[in-house]
């Protein structure tokens, strides 16, 4: 879909990007990562022409994209930047309209596509489309400045650091959502990011850039397992087990069937029955199958009384989403002591639980996981 | 404290006629004072309440009282005074009552900054034009001295009014015609801004006499007339180019670059970009150096009467030639109206067209 050949970009004596050839499958999400300096985003801004390179050929679509004039070409490829670059004096919907404005669409269906999109990045048409950008919060913006690249619906996406800008929190949300969209829309994605873990969940393919020289072009997998020089090796980590695990989605390893009680206080007769035979807790849940807390069984046969052997939670802190990486699972479980963690959907709403014994199986039996990406398995581990 | 200026400082001032130094009365001794007295005192307690509970309105009323009360009390001391006085006898508005108003402007402004409803203001503004109406018909205040200025200058006051609004109206069209543009350029290309930028800058150093006189050479060299509306009208294009040519290019230097970027690579061509992201956003600055080329230029209008135009400056020259204080007023009272109009209207022009986007931040 996108092919490099040859590119170099010079800047008098600086060489920017020196002799750079990628590859690009339609679909795709290519991931160019490196630290400052080495080349990433003059790449990107090459392929839309921000910048004209000194040498070589780019081919969109099989087409030298120096055959049409530069904006006709930037009206075919979606551009999402860090800082969003939304137009402050333009509504969330003028602002997603912006592409589809430029090349001539009716209203109606301009106005139809916003409400479509507004709807896909999550934001509800109705209360944001009127809003202006300084309304909006970080998040919400990144979510408007990915609507507005996906406007006109081109087949290639252009983003840099589009989620570089929002807390880590956020920042973990719209990588799932990121990634739900593209496994819906399917667009060849060029995306550039400082930020291996984001590199490693996102990319299909990662190209890891230094001084303008490619170094590996290859799938995070590869990357993290057969690094091809030793600064491949350094900068994705030393922590490459774990930093593969961002690679696997919490849905991939969930125990589907977890033992559940509708409220706490049925809990001693519930304890005396098969449940606690099967597992150490069993999730306590309200009317509408929402986790309220768990009960310890352990706790329980150990003499405590069975309120002592309750713990209340609220859903949005002590428990993941299936789109959760196992990274972030696991590191949650960590971070509260936990041996195993629930699943609930946006409502809170029990799914299963994750259990760490499921997660050191995952790491130790690479081929038995799928990646949501589709990578292929791993068997050296 | 603005209360007890206007009632110890002379109220009005008795002259025998135009020219000779008067004798001053106090607010009680000038007819009227009750009223005066009463409104005054009243819409100073009020006002201080106002202040304390911040509440707009509440001043908003006490100016437009004060202001209303103000005129009334100046027709009837007026009226008063000139009972039985000589035929050629003036009264002139006196220290204190300037001093009055003046507390009026200040509650006014203090309160429309306050307050957020419109309704305030546009009421507390109709009742102080109606009341002020109302004692130029009623109240005597046709008596004061600068209204018979006024009628002495008769239907010439409006032309020369026209006239004013007329030249510094066109100074400020080509001025805005010329100056956008160099402001769009000097955004563009840093070499010619620094250019540019020198030499409006130095025109605006240039005294506004001193420019008319330099004027006339070069005009003579082109076979034109030194005096006369041309090189007026060119005077003040000259002083209105720097606030515009300046204010555009801020504004759209001010544009953050990363808006651009986004607006680029999405396929906008330089014209949509200037049409469609960097105008809109740099249209407050715009607006705003318009406004003070406009502010300006009503003001320097005046000096070009000097060669010639019939501006309102020709009232002030023919004023302070004849020592006829209150008619140098009827030349600058009408000069400061027309420049806190031009100033409002285009306050609501900016409001009216940027947008609600960027409002706050631009005001």
């Not at chain 1, 990588?175 to 060029?190: C, W």
């Not at chain 1, 209340?312 to 990486?325: F, G, K, L, Q, Y």
């Not at chain 2, 009334?72 to 009972?83: D, E, H, N, P, Y």
């Not at chain 2, 240039?206 to 009208?233: F, Q, R, T």
Request: glycine letters at 12%; one cysteine or more; proline letters at 4%.
């Amino acid at each position: 879909m996108i092919t490099l050949e040859h590119v170099s970009k010079h800047y008098g004596e600086t060489v920017a990007v020196d002799d750079l050839s990628l590859e690009v499958a339609q679909g795709e999400v290519c991931v160019l990562i490196g630290p400052s300096g080495c080349g990433k985003t003059t790449t990107l801004r090459m392929i839309n022409r921000l910048i004209e390179p000194t040498s070589g050929r780019i081919l969109v679509d099989g087409h030298d994209i120096t055959s049409v004039s530069p904006e006709q070409l930037r009206r075919g490829l979606g551009y999402a930047i860090q800082s969003v670059g939304l137009f402050p004096h333009v509504t969330v919907a003028g602002n997603i309209m912006t592409v589809p404005r430029l090349l001539g669409w009716d209203r109606p269906h301009m106005q139809a596509r916003v409400q479509e999109l507004l709807a896909l990045v999550g934001l509800d048409p109705a209360e944001y489309s009127d809003k202006y950008p300084r309304q909006l919060s970080g998040g919400e913006a990144q979510r408007v400045g990915v609507a507005r690249a996906l406007a006109a619906d081109p087949p290639v996406l252009l983003m840099d650091e589009p989620f570089g800008a929002v807390d880590p929190l956020t920042r973990e949300r719209l990588q799932a959502e990121f990634a739900r969209i593209q496994k819906e829309l399917r667009k060849s994605v060029i995306f550039v990011t400082h930020d291996v873990d984001e590199a490693i969940r996102l990319a299909d393919r990662i190209a890891l850039m230094r001084d303008g020289h490619l170094q590996q072009y290859d799938t995070p997998e590869a990357l993290l397992d057969h690094p091809a020089t030793k600064f491949v090796h350094d900068f994705m980590g030393a922590d490459r087990a774990l930093k593969r695990l961002g690679r696997v989605r919490v849905s991939d390893v969930m125990r589907n069937e977890v033992p559940t009680m509708q409220d706490g206080s049925g809990a001693e007769t519930m304890a005396q029955r098969a449940s606690c035979a099967e597992s150490r807790f069993v999730y306590i849940v309200d009317a509408g199958g929402r986790l309220e807390g768990w009960f310890d069984c352990v706790a329980f046969r150990e003499g405590r009384v069975a309120r002592d052997a309750i713990t209340s939670v609220d859903w949005r802190e002590a428990a993941v989403r299936p789109d959760t990486s196992l990274k972030e699972a696991l590191s949650r479980m960590l971070g509260q002591g936990f041996r195993s963690i629930a699943v609930v959907d946006g409502d809170g709403r029990l799914l299963g639980d994750v259990a760490l014994a499921g997660i050191e199986e995952t790491m130790t039996a690479g081929d038995a996981y799928i990646t949501h990406a589709g990578g292929e398995p791993e068997v050296d581990v | 404290m603005a209360l007890v200026a206007c009632l110890a400082l002379p109220f009005a001032v008795l002259r025998p006629n135009r020219i000779v130094a008067g004798v001053s009365h106090a607010v009680w001794s000038a007819g009227g004072f009750g009223l005066l007295l009463v409104a005054a005192c009243l819409a100073g307690a009020v006002a201080s309440v106002a202040t304390l509970r911040r509440r707009g309105s509440w001043l908003l009323a006490a100016a437009s009282a004060i202001t209303v009360v103000l005129a009334w009390a100046l027709g009837a001391a007026a009226s008063t005074l000139l009972r039985g006085a000589a035929p050629f006898a003036r009264v002139s508005i006196g220290g204190g009552a300037w001093l009055a108003l003046a507390g009026a402007a200040v509650l006014w402004f203090a309160g429309a900054h306050g307050e957020r409803g419109r309704w305030a203001l546009g009421v507390s503004s109709s009742v102080a034009t109606l009341g002020l109406l109302g004692a130029g018909a009623f109240g005597g205040l046709g008596r004061l001295s600068i209204a018979v200025e006024y009628a002495n200058q008769g239907p010439q006051f409006w032309q020369l009014v026209g006239t004013h609004l007329a030249v510094a109206g066109t100074a400020l069209g080509i001025a805005m015609v010329i100056g956008v543009p160099f402001g769009v350029v000097c955004a563009r290309a840093p070499r010619v801004r620094a250019v540019v930028l020198a030499v409006v800058g130095i025109i605006q150093t240039v005294p506004s006499l001193a420019l008319l006189g330099l004027l006339i050479v070069p005009l003579a060299a082109l076979g034109l007339p030194g005096i006369g509306p041309l090189p007026g009208i060119i005077a003040l294009t000259l002083y209105a180019l720097l606030p515009i040519v300046r204010d555009t290019y801020v504004g759209l230097a001010g544009v953050d670059a990363a808006i651009v970027d986004a607006g680029r690579g999405m396929g906008m061509s330089r014209s949509q970009l200037l049409l469609r992201v960097e105008a809109p956003l740099a249209l407050p600055l715009v607006i705003e150096g318009i406004r003070s080329a406009a502010v300006l230029v009503i003001g320097i209008a005046a000096v070009v009467a000097f060669i010639g135009v019939g501006t309102l400056g020709q009232l002030i020259f023919l004023g302070i030639g004849q020592t006829a204080d209150d008619l140098v007023l009827l030349g600058a009272v009408p000069m400061v109206v027309l420049a806190i109009a031009a100033d409002g209207a285009l306050r609501l022009l900016s409001r009216a067209l940027v947008s609600p986007g960027i409002r706050e931040a631009a005001s």
